[in-house]
């Protein structure tokens, strides 16, 4: 690569973006509620298309709602596209999702500024209902419009809590359900998304950010054990078959195969609904959730392989019935060399040391993973947290992040 | 021991008071639901003082509505008592409390009828809310009145589930909440109770009756784990401190614990909540129950000893915090040699085989136990149900039963 010193990333426009743009749905001190297609959303997306104009870029709504603005290339062909999602968590924080969009913005303005027009083109993307907050069946509703995994049908049958249609609140926005088969693109020749690390990894290692180079395989399983209920006095243990005592084996092996499989593996046991839920009673039925995560793909199915093994064999041991249901399943999504080595490349150019990571939560880009090459970068979560008002990310880290994503779209646009 | 020959028990006379009393709180073909100080338990008790009076016993109530019926002796004294309670789940079966009342009728009613007047007073109590159906915090509620663990406070504070006091019920019968002191006896010689079994422990031997000589201590403990609540995907494993990885490895290591001792030792998780309770969220919290019962008051210690070891080595691993609250403490009741002896000779006598063990749910008898020896007989229930319409025992059965009851009452009121 025959990279230029990158110019400096201004750190107090920086503050100044974050802190504006979380006026927009600000709830409390540091909180933030931006549901997709409500006046918040729409006046926090006015704002970024506003900043994005500012900067010479060329802007556009798609069907969806998503925003695009664009760096027209020199030489036609198609786009490297960077950004992430606006909206947010009920109440969730500044960071999770925004960062990554003033990121893009902030990196397309500098270079543009810099080196003028790239050689090919380089767009910013601000995507919509990534985290289901409003439409609990609609996570990733905009990047997946744009991978084609959407069609005007969903959007009658993706309702919000009160049973209303997304289509409903797409139009009072102005787009059109009927043709979000539009939102469609085959002209992306990579992505890159910076966002938020969520977890205490960097924290750990004392880093500011870190090169993420998959996406976790996530898989929901809801299970059902039905036993027989009975009197807990009077039914000896060895005649039992007890519901909750299966649950309480087969949880406790499959987070101890987590803990001895070690990082980056992980498996939670968050739900749990017990019939009857009574002190002295032998429960009837327990059903629970297990939430297991790997981004090796061989190494996540030998994770649920193990995890059905332990159920068939404790609730045969007990006596128990054993029903399972795949409530979710998102592949895992490795990251492609391109874009990955552009990130790393900037970040050595830069003298700034990154970690090397998967990320342990779903993300766009896994969706965007399903029609181009893509690759993450993560900045440093005080204290892990997440999906809280409390979530906060230094300048100096997201400076970090912002001068990486510079370094790397300027490899991938102008060289 | 000089016993004659026993009468014949009139299984068609049982059967046929099974029968009737069971139409007092009917619910279905099978179901029975008296709640104390309902017209339904009123008018159950006056049928059992109907056929006492018949039977040729001097009735009256006390002040909290348990109704005794005597058989005088021919010398002064303290007088045996036997019976059980008459009050129902909602909805129970025809046997559970009812059975005892019936068969302690039928067994005076018997040796009376034979051999007239005993030498020293025999009682028959049909006793009231044991089972805390229509005041969640009356369990035994006539025999702690009898023992002096009550008082007409206790009537105040004592609530039905809209908050109404006990007091307001007894006083629509016409008892007196003021006088409930003047229920206890101190002139109690002791106190036999027959019950249905309520497990499968009679099933599986394939006997019709057993001996019981204890009954178990039963604690409950409420534990509450507190951890920090992070996201499934972003955090390691080896840095949680997951509360629902605690419960399930103590729980899992209780039960296996009991299952390690085998009978009588019984451990049971019948109660659990999770917060927040979300798949894909490492909860803040999880409280849950633990139900540990054993009839020997050493290995009752040990037990609770073990389980306190367990939570605190394993909260202590994981980062969690731990608190527990004994909601329920009954101490074990064993059984004194003289009822006990007197059930065993009157069984033999007949060539009844039965089988010994302990009762692993609490009973009136655990509270007589107080003030005077105590003993108990089990009659085998269908498949260990109870607390059901379905709860069932056979007449030949219960003849066996209520014949050892006739001849254990015999040996202790006339030789």
Chains 1, 2 share one sequence.
Not at 45 to 63: C, K, P, S
Request: charged fraction near 20%; charge should be negative.
């Amino acid at each position: 690569m025959s990279a230029p010193q990158m110019p400096k990333i201004d750190s107090t426009m920086v503050e100044d973006m974050i802190l504006s743009l979380a006026q927009h749905g600000a709830v409390g001190e540091t909180g933030v509620c931006r549901l997709v297609y409500t006046d918040e959303w729409q006046s926090a997306q006015a704002q970024v298309q506003t900043w994005a104009e500012e900067a010479g870029l060329v802007t556009r709504f798609d069907q969806v709602g998503n925003l695009w603005a664009k760096a027209e290339g020199q030489t036609p062909g198609p786009s490297f596209v960077t950004g992430s999602h606006i909206d947010s968590q009920r109440s969730g924080g500044r960071y999770d999702g925004a960062l990554g969009v003033i990121a893009g913005l902030v990196a397309l303005k500098t270079l543009v500024a810099s080196f003028g027009p790239p050689k090919r083109a380089l767009e910013l993307v601000s995507l919509c209902e990534e985290e289901s907050s409003r439409f609990p069946t609609a996570g990733f509703w905009g990047s997946r419009a744009i991978v084609e995994r959407s069609s005007p049908e969903d959007c009658e049958t993706v309702v919000d809590e009160a049973g209303a249609p997304i289509s409903a609140a797409m139009r009072a926005c102005g787009f059109d359900p009927a043709r979000i088969g539009e939102v469609a693109r085959d002209d992306i020749a990579g992505f890159i998304e910076l966002h938020i690390e969520q977890g205490p990894i960097l924290e750990d290692a004392d880093l500011s950010v870190a090169v993420v180079d998959a996406i976790t395989h996530i898989r929901h399983t809801e299970v059902t054990l039905t036993g027989v209920s009975n009197h807990a006095g009077a039914f000896p243990m060895d005649i039992r078959a007890d519901p909750m005592a299966g649950m309480v084996e087969i949880a406790a092996a499959a987070i101890a195969h987590a803990e001895t499989l070690g990082r980056p593996a992980v498996t939670t046991i968050g739900q749990c609904s017990i019939n009857p839920n009574a002190p002295a009673i032998i429960p009837r039925s327990v059903t629970f959730t297990i939430d297991a995560r790997h981004p090796d793909p061989k190494a996540a199915k030998a994770l649920h392989d193990t995890h059905n093994l332990i159920m068939d064999k404790i609730a045969a041991k007990r006596g128990l019935t054993l029903t399972r249901r795949l409530t979710l399943d998102h592949p895992p999504c490795q990251s492609d060399p391109g874009p990955l080595n552009a990130l790393q490349d900037a970040a050595d150019a830069k003298d700034i040391q990154t970690l090397r990571m998967a990320s342990g939560a779903g993300h766009d880009a896994q969706q965007m993973g399903r029609i181009c090459p893509v690759a993450m970068l993560f900045v440093r979560s005080k204290d892990g947290r997440s999906h809280t008002p409390e979530e906060f990310s230094s300048i100096p880290d997201i400076v970090d992040g912002i001068q990486i994503l510079t370094g790397a779209l300027y490899r991938l646009g102008y060289c």
